[in-house]
């Protein structure tokens, strides 16, 4: 994610310099300590141990000390990249506070940068390893099916949490307003209730509309963008 960081500020050579050596250390744990701290998808009412949480609230504090950094940066030297656009608007009157702008980073490179990123890594994977589909794809008709088919397949993000705006009743458990409920997106686009077949990839497959975007109030904004990236990578 700091790797992510430098490059939507432009400055990838400054990333080494800028932060102490040990908050490069992170390996895959500190990598989904981050993405928990910011996006909110760990809590320790879901079962992650104090120590988890304490890591994670470290980790996306490191993180935003990082982009503060680079938004400084470019605040004195302004150059032709995003970064010192979202800080041109906040000066033209548009304001957005140290913690609008830390937020808004990361919201691009979390949910922006990285899920396409997935999208198109596990989708290139799964054609990898299903040759048969992959021939399939000489056929451009089929490219926008083939995203979508690739989406269900293998999620770019594979839960998320929502928190209940009303008592519900669910698998004969009773959930109350202000209770969170996990969310596994990738295990309900594989719901055999839904889909025949849901452990296969099938490219030619009908009527498929994966929750991979969310839906109602959150769907994912940038949802038509990260379709047309995977069919361009297609």
Not at 81 to 99: F, M, N, T, V
Not at 167 to 193: F, K, Q, T, W, Y
């Amino acid at each position: 994610a700091l790797l992510l960081a430098a490059l939507l500020a432009g400055d990838l050579g400054a990333l080494l310099a800028s932060l102490p050596r040990r908050r490069l250390a992170l390996g895959a744990a500190a990598g989904l300590a981050l993405l928990a701290a910011i996006a909110g998808l760990l809590r320790p009412r879901l079962g992650a141990g104090e120590g988890f949480t304490a890591r994670a609230d470290e980790v996306a504090a490191a993180f935003g000390d990082y982009l503060w950094t680079r938004i400084e940066a470019r605040r004195r030297a302004p150059g032709d990249d995003l970064l010192s656009a979202l800080i041109a608007a906040e000066a033209a009157g548009d304001r957005l506070s140290r913690q609008e702008l830390i937020s808004t980073c990361a919201l691009l490179l979390l949910a922006g940068h990285e899920t396409t990123m997935n999208l198109i890594g596990n989708g290139m994977l799964a054609l990898l390893r299903h040759r048969e589909q992959r021939a399939l794809l000489a056929d451009p008709s089929l490219w926008g099916g083939a995203v979508e088919e690739l989406l269900r397949f293998d999620s770019p993000v594979q839960l998320t949490v929502r928190e209940l705006l009303e008592p519900v009743e669910l698998a004969g458990r009773s959930l109350a307003r202000g209770d969170e409920a996990l969310i596994l997106l990738g295990a309900a686009n594989r719901d055999p209730a839904r889909y025949e077949r849901p452990d296969e990839l099938d490219l030619l497959r009908g009527g498929v509309q994966p929750i991979s975007f969310g839906a109602g109030i959150h769907y994912c904004i940038g949802a038509p963008l990260a379709r047309l990236e995977g069919r361009l990578a297609l």
